[in-house]
């Protein structure tokens, strides 16, 4: 037998082992493990790793909803074990099995290592729709603003979770409380916008105030009540960031303000600004409640003309334009936020109040876009370079320069006292623009005038402005194509006027059927309105409408009537959205959709609409509404609309089902899995990070909720292995006492000639070396020629940067005799059940009498 010396040992006498190392020889022969001399075999290669493993779902109560953990290897998908550094994509699934109607629900879930076994992905949370998400960097106090890799927990929440969870909902539009409601000042016209709640707001910005004063106040329509992030109005800043209060603005507003909302920015909407040192495009984030920036296009100042403020603004072909003081053109590119090459262009019209110094001086006119092209009125009066009647231009955006047979500015007034705050387009019966027109006052009725596209003189439209008491003022109309048919509603105030509403149908060339002459609005704030724009809202086909008086209000396009007894909703469902996990077949087809909480028999159902389409607005299906409330929508196909928008017009015949406790609404379903919640982590690097877990907790209708736990075990990367080498040597001493631990040898790869004889004793030394950042665990020695070295030597941890050594001893018969070794050993910190790894092999030889005959070549000389 054998037996292997560790260092702080002393090797045997080689007489007393004689007899048992020649038995043992000789059995190695026989078994044949004792190998010729040949060239060192390679390293086993890497066993493959296995499987990824999948969180369980939580054991719960019956009537308890289920909260389902899992995750998914990004960076290596299927991967399991993960790598250092690789990103994971936690999802929760939240089975809700609650019974009532909609209820609150929270979904939390803390980073378990935050900064440390894992960093939250910035960007990477993903809530189901109708779910608000909310941060934190300290598990207690959660923010709506993403705190990046400083985030500990993440948060969905849901005021009205229901059963199935597969549902989106918007409340019914209330007709009542748009009229009438307070916006605390001089307002111009309302910026409409459906919140991410379903609420509908209704947003104003005073007109010709500022810099320091506060300019803008919401009012949600959907409550009756000023909007949250109040006290309102609070004022406009050139710097990003949330609202402030006070009288700390920086921006002044014109006369005659036109706002654009950005299509692929929702709730992002471009007011024109003037602030002390240049004229351009504010920008306010109506979900955020906050400014959102500031673009300079003009420096005021100047000589001879000033550009002291500015009319506009419209959009068209991916820009916004607005028309300075001096009458140039401006223009702001809407993807990037940034001024248009080469803007300001050429003049189109006469400046007017543009005397150099008189920053904050109102220019009188208004802009519209026809046909592709911009057009503005001007009307110069005192405080203005030039004096004359209001005139009209253009501005062909196509060539950057002034339109073809619009070379000069055309007079649009009787003279130089008459002046105008509007200018509008004219349709044929069809529907298309034919001219441009602009009404003015010299203190007498309205007089129109009219050119045609090409600046060619038009017969002034027919528009019922003519008809008007002295002294009206108009405004720019809200132009409502709906029903196949295109109308103009125009604000009039002045003179007998208190505050009224004509309205001229093009599809007819005549003044619109049912709607009065001049529609007065006598149950809002006694009819004194002073209307100065309307905006449709296309949901609920009402109108809202804002004036000099402050006051906000509803009319029926149809009637004129206020309020607008109209109600409406409209929901968008993208199945797709309610999951994060990257797997296909959540989504089995499209359901429902149902009004709830509404008395059915208070509609008008002949005049009420149902319409189905994509979101891009192309129509799908219109089904009629009956009185069951439920629209079927299982015959749509999901695959081939992934998401559809349903939009409920209703008539109303009364009001009784809001107001208190009432809410009604509109829900749209479809069959699935239940929804998601997902984040992403992305692993630690440091070589001790073994695991990362997660768990979610929250709470609904059913009570207090927990996940399963889910772990990721985390393999050693390559920049986490050890580097562990064998190197197994013989002694080349003729003393024993050399050869025994820490003995000087010398030690060789191979014995000398003769050193043992025929017959003797061998010494070996094998050295396992560890070059490593971490450290080998469960280190193993293999030498199958002296088995005891792997029982004497045991199991060890070999530490980064060390190294262990191992002595054995053999009898070796009269053969030349190669002894290789090789350790096995794992990777600190290695998840359970990873394979161990097994060194390159090492050998060396032992060299008996026999060895000086095989270096002896065929000649019997020696080699």
């Not at 189109?348 to 057009?375: E, M, R, S």
């Amino acid at each position: 037998m054998t037996r292997t010396l560790l260092s702080g040992t002393r090797p045997r006498p080689p007489l007393r082992r004689a007899a048992v190392a020649v038995g043992a020889a000789l059995l190695a022969i026989a078994a044949g493990s004792v190998q010729p001399v040949v060239a060192d075999a390679t390293a086993p290669a890497d066993t493959p790793r296995p499987a990824a493993a999948h969180g369980a779902a939580a054991a719960d109560a019956p009537g308890t909803s289920v909260l389902t953990k899992s995750a998914g290897d990004i960076t290596h998908p299927g991967q399991s074990p993960a790598d250092h550094g690789d990103t994971v994509n936690w999802t929760v699934g939240y089975h809700n099995a609650g019974t009532g109607g909609p209820a609150p629900a929270v979904i939390t879930d803390h980073l378990q290592g935050a900064g440390a076994a894992q960093t939250y992905v910035p960007g990477s949370l993903s809530v189901p729709p109708g779910w608000t998400p909310s941060w934190s960097t300290d598990g207690t106090t959660f923010g709506p603003t993403d705190q990046g890799a400083a985030t500990t927990d993440v948060r969905a929440s849901n005021p009205g979770a229901t059963g199935n969870g597969t549902e989106v909902r918007a409340d019914l539009l209330p007709p009542v409380q748009a009229a009438p409601r307070s916006t605390g000042g001089d307002g111009f016209s309302p910026i409409l916008y459906r919140a991410a709640s379903g609420d509908v707001e209704a947003w104003n910005i005073y007109h010709h105030t500022g810099p320091a004063a506060p300019l803008v106040v919401c009012n949600d329509l959907s409550s009756g009540q000023p909007c949250p992030g109040g006290p309102w109005p609070r004022p406009l800043n050139t710097t990003a960031g949330p609202l402030g209060s006070g009288s700390t603005g920086d921006v002044f507003t014109p006369l005659t303000p036109q706002y654009v909302l950005d299509p692929g920015r929702p709730g992002i909407v471009y007011y024109p600004a003037v602030t002390a040192g240049s004229v351009g495009v504010g920008c306010l984030d109506l979900a955020a409640r906050a400014n959102c920036g500031f673009v300079s296009l003009l420096a005021s100042g100047g000589t001879p003309s000033g550009a002291n403020g500015l009319a506009g603004l419209v959009t068209t072909g991916g820009d916004v334009y607005g028309v300075a003081s001096t009458g140039q053109v401006l223009c702001m590119d809407l993807a990037t936020r940034a001024p248009c090459a080469g803007q300001p262009f050429a003049a189109i019209v006469p400046p007017n109040h543009d005397l150099p110094g008189n920053t904050y001086a109102l220019y009188q006119g208004a802009t519209v876009v026809a046909d592709g092209k911009v057009f503005a009125s001007s009307a110069p009066q005192a405080a203005s370079t030039v004096s004359g009647p209001p005139a009209l231009g253009c501005f062909d955006p196509a060539t950057a320069a002034v339109c073809a047979g619009w070379t000069t500015p055309h007079p649009a007034g009787p003279s130089a006292s008459a002046y105008t705050y509007n200018v509008f387009a004219a349709y044929d019966t069809a529907g298309h623009v034919t001219g441009v027109c602009t009404a003015d006052t010299t203190g007498g009725a309205p007089d129109t005038t009219c050119y045609g596209l090409d600046g060619s003189a038009q017969p002034p439209a027919a528009t019922g402005l003519g008809s008007l008491s002295a002294g009206a003022l108009v405004f720019n109309p809200e132009v409502v194509t709906a029903d196949g048919g295109t109308r103009s509603y125009f604000p009039v105030w002045g003179g007998a006027l208190p505050g009224n509403t004509v309205c001229w149908d093009w599809t007819y060339g005549r003044p619109c059927a049912g709607f009065p002459t001049a529609a007065g609005h006598p149950n809002v704030n006694g009819g004194a309105t002073r209307d100065y724009g309307y905006t449709y809202d296309t949901t609920t086909r009402c109108l809202i409408g804002l004036g000099d008086a402050g006051v906000l209000f509803s009319m029926d396009p149809a009637t004129g009537a206020s309020p607008c007894l109209h109600s409406g909703a409209s929901v968008t469902l993208r199945p797709g959205a309610f999951y994060c996990d990257g797997a296909p077949g959540h989504v089995q087809g499209y359901t429902q959709a149902r009004l709830e909480n509404f008395d059915l028999s208070h509609a008008d159902l002949t005049a009420s609409t149902v319409t189905v389409s994509d979101p891009d607005g192309g129509v799908v299906a219109a089904p009629p509404l009956t009185s069951s409330g439920v629209i079927d929508l299982s015959g749509i196909s999901a695959a081939a609309h992934p998401a559809l928008t349903v939009t409920v017009r209703l008539v109303l015949t009364g009001t009784g089902d809001f107001g208190g406790t009432g809410h009604p609404a509109l829900t749209a379903s479809f069959q699935g899995d239940d929804p998601q919640v997902c984040l992403r982590t992305v692993v630690g690097t440091d070589c001790t990070i073994a695991q990362v877990a997660d768990q979610a907790t929250g709470s609904d209708s059913t009570g207090a909720l927990t996940s399963n736990t889910v772990s990721l075990e985390v393999a050693p990367g390559a920049a986490c292995q050890p580097h562990v080498s064998v190197n197994k040597e013989i002694c080349a001493s003729t003393s024993w006492h050399a050869c025994g631990p820490g003995g000087p040898g010398p030690w060789a790869k191979t014995s000398p000639v003769g050193l043992l004889q025929l017959l003797g004793t061998a010494y070996w030394r094998i050295t396992v070396t560890n070059d490593g950042p971490v450290d080998a665990v469960d280190v193993t020695v293999n030498d199958p020629t002296t088995p005891e070295c792997r029982s004497e030597a045991g199991t060890f941890t070999l530490a980064a940067g060390t190294s262990r050594q191992v002595y054995c001893d053999s009898f070796v018969l009269a053969l030349p005799l190669k002894n290789t070794a090789t350790a096995t050993f794992t990777p600190a910190h290695s998840p359970h059940g990873t394979c161990p790894t097994v060194t390159a092999p090492s050998s060396a030889v032992a060299c008996s009498l026999l060895c000086i005959l095989t270096k002896n070549d065929r000649t019997g000389h020696p080699a």
